[in-house]
């Protein structure tokens, strides 16, 4: 996806999140989230907005340290303005990434074309990943993600950070997991096993199948989603392992 696609996507979305929230009172739990509420999941995805269009703004060449981060989220607001809050730094994150000049130099952590292209790509999907996150919270189910949108995130799942170091997916024994949406042409096939997992594109033999549609692969492996019996063939405790320990974190 082309950086302008990205930075309407990551629009539509913020403005979705935002409306759900209106409409949800904010003591309401996520699901997807269990240790949050929906205040708890707007605040850190506005925080998160702040912080990224910082570096962007900016253009930082280090991380932002605690007393910057501290600094580029600002007081954390009443309930009554959450919303409000949440929906300027929005808009102000989607400005900085539309005016951001191609060869922006700065700080980021996963592999990308460019800076601001990994920029606009993984606030993207945050944002998207939570708005599921706040439907859930809503109580509705989660609207449909474009499928080369869930391939892009798909994409950046498993080939920027599952394979960090710091990537908790192991496998005392080497074990594949592919991964075939049904309305893509891209595939991959992981392979899990005493060290970080290693992915290639393509198909081939696996030890466990999870193919359907983009959309419901990308809730899956991000883990907004049980899995369907029908979309997984094979090794089912692979799976559930990716579900146990794939966790994301930023750094």
């Known amino acids: 996806m082309e950086i302008p696609e990205l930075v309407d996507v990551l629009r539509r979305e913020g403005a979705l999140l935002a409306d759900t929230a ?3 009172p904010l003591d309401a739990p996520v699901p997807t989230c269990p240790d949050w509420r929906l205040r708890d999941l707007v605040l850190h995805t506005g925080q998160v907005h702040r912080w990224a ?9 280090r991380p932002l340290d605690e007393a910057g981060q501290e600094a580029a989220w600002g007081p954390a607001p009443a309930d009554a303005e959450l919303v409000e809050w949440f929906r300027t730094g929005h808009a102000d994150l989607v400005a900085v990434l539309a005016a951001a000049p191609a060869d922006l130099a700065c700080w980021s952590f996963l592999p990308a074309p460019s800076p601001l292209a990994f920029w606009a790509r993984r606030q993207l999907h ?5 708005r599921v996150d706040a439907q859930a919270a809503a109580g509705t189910a989660p609207s449909p ?22 990537s908790r997916l192991r496998s ?4 594949t997991l592919a991964v075939r949406p049904a309305d893509r042409p891209e595939s991959w096939l992981v392979t899990v096993g005493q060290e970080p997992p290693q992915v290639r594109p393509g198909a081939g033999p696996a030890d466990c199948t999870v193919g359907g549609p983009a959309h419901d692969l990308y809730l899956l492996l991000w883990n907004r989603r049980e899995a369907d019996p029908a979309t997984v063939t094979g090794d089912r405790s692979l799976l559930e392992l990716w579900r146990e320990t794939a966790a994301v974190t930023w750094s």
Do not use: C, N, S, W
């Not at 945050?126 to 939570?130: M, Q, S």
């Not at 993600?145 to 710091?166: N, Q, S, Y």
């Open 126 to 130: 945050e944002t998207t990943v939570h």
């Open 172 to 175: 005392a024994t080497a074990r």
């Open 22 to 24: 209106a409409g949800t």
């Open 53 to 61: 269009a910082a570096h962007v703004k900016g253009g930082l060449t």
């Open 145 to 166: 993600v474009d499928a080369a949108v869930a391939a892009d995130g798909l994409a950046e799942l498993l080939t920027g950070f599952l394979p960090r170091p710091k």
